[in-house]
């Protein structure tokens, strides 16, 4: 079985700080993907990253990064330079399996509220 | 490129009353998920789509929740009767073979009262 933990029910940060929420899977499968998902208050799921259980290098995009450490089984958002427009709920999500051949299940935390204050 | 539609967005019923609740997939994605998510928490699975087979429909309570994808695109999920502790959002999301990144709706807030 797969379990996602998040720890942080909440977290704060200033307007153009950097913020790091804090995410721990648990699975025995090799191979397996990870996501952290952006949702406002519109109510919409965005993804922001991936990574891959096998990538060599930590994902990035934009603003985001990921932290992934393998061997601690963690999987870190860092977003730098917070803007306002930031707040909202974040959920770290895990998929096992093969991508190329079906899809699996996405497995999510309890989320992190982020508040960026001006 | 249209992204997930998910209609109605709000729905207020009765409890013991039936809901349906439908969902339109990106174009081309063969792989649909239907979410429940509770306030506070995180989506959980009901049930999940490959093409029009339902691959894992291991967390729907199907006492009361059945699903149908005709021909492999858009899907309905009803609820019949709807219970109190059926308030929540419900989210469908969509995905293609070989990407990695499910892309979700907007949800259908239900209120059961």
């Known amino acids: 079985a797969q379990k996602i933990t998040q720890t942080q029910p909440g977290m704060f940060v200033q307007e153009k700080e950097a913020v790091t929420l804090d995410c721990t899977y648990d699975?025995?499968?090799?191979?397996?993907?990870l996501f952290w998902y952006k949702q406002p208050s519109s109510g919409e799921m965005i993804f922001l990253i991936y990574?891959?259980?096998?990538?060599?290098q930590n994902a990035t995009e934009g603003r985001y990064s990921l932290n992934f450490q393998k061997a601690r089984k963690s999987a870190n958002l860092v977003i730098s330079a917070s803007q306002l427009g930031d707040s909202a709920m974040y959920f770290c999500?895990?998929?096992?399996?093969?991508?190329?051949?079906?899809?699996?299940?996405?497995?999510f935390g309890e989320g992190t509220q982020l508040t960026v204050n001006p | 490129e249209a992204g997930v539609v998910q209609s109605p967005r709000y729905k207020i019923i009765e409890k013991k009353q039936p809901v349906a609740f439908w969902c339109n997939p990106i174009?081309?994605?063969?792989?649909l998920y239907w979410y429940l998510q509770n306030l506070g928490q995180g989506p959980e699975l009901l049930i999940r789509?490959?093409?029009?087979?339902?691959?894992?429909d291991s967390q729907l309570p199907k006492d009361r929740f059945s699903a149908e994808r005709l021909k492999g695109v858009d899907s309905t999920l009803k609820i019949q009767p709807a219970e109190l502790g059926d308030s929540a959002v419900y989210l469908c999301?969509?995905?293609?073979?070989?990407?990695?990144?499910?892309?979700f709706g907007q949800g259908t807030r239900l209120t059961v009262v």
């Open positions: 789509y490959e093409n029009e087979e339902a691959v894992d």
């Open positions: 699975t025995s499968d090799p191979s397996y993907g």
């Open positions: 999500a895990m998929r096992e399996g093969v991508e190329e051949t079906s899809g699996s299940r996405l497995t």
């Open positions: 990574q891959g259980s096998y990538d060599q």
């Open positions: 174009s081309g994605h063969n792989t």
């Open positions: 999301a969509s995905s293609l073979v070989g990407v990695t990144e499910a892309f």
